[in-house]
């Protein structure tokens, strides 16, 4: 199982970014896939995640971040709205095939899979 992530960069207070991560092989099931981030000097810490259905996101980002994936499930995307420089990090994509995983589980990083990371960059 493999999960690659693209769409960070260098943008400006204020501007939008969309995250996207895929899964494979598609025929992989995934009971949750969620967004972590890791800021220099910082701990990683979880943004957001699907959940048998369900959109679970931190209170940094909520309001402003929306996730969300395509009918196969395979795909998701961290929509980033209102960027802030604090929001800059390493963000990384996870999944779990555990179905037992429980979203508090899964807020304190304990997934299997991890994609690769992808830099997303809030200049002031």
């Known amino acids: 199982v493999q999960l690659q992530a693209s769409g960070g960069g260098l943008v400006q207070t204020g501007d939008s970014l969309r995250l996207s991560c895929t899964l494979s092989?598609?025929?992989?099931?995934?009971?949750?896939m969620g967004w972590f981030r890791q800021a220099p000097g910082k701990e990683r810490e979880f943004v957001a995640a699907f959940r048998q259905g369900t959109t679970y996101s931190s209170d940094a980002v909520k309001g402003r971040f929306t996730m969300s994936r395509d009918t196969a499930k395979t795909t998701v995307w961290l929509q980033m709205n209102d960027l802030k420089p604090e929001d800059t990090a390493v963000y990384y994509c996870?999944?779990?095939?555990?179905?037992?995983?429980?979203?508090?589980?899964?807020?304190?990083?304990?997934?299997?899979?991890w994609g690769q990371g992808t830099l997303v960059t809030v200049s002031s």
């Open positions: 996870a999944a779990s095939s555990s179905a037992v995983l429980t979203i508090v589980t899964m807020k304190k990083g304990e997934a299997e899979y």
């Open positions: 092989p598609r025929t992989s099931r995934m009971y949750v």
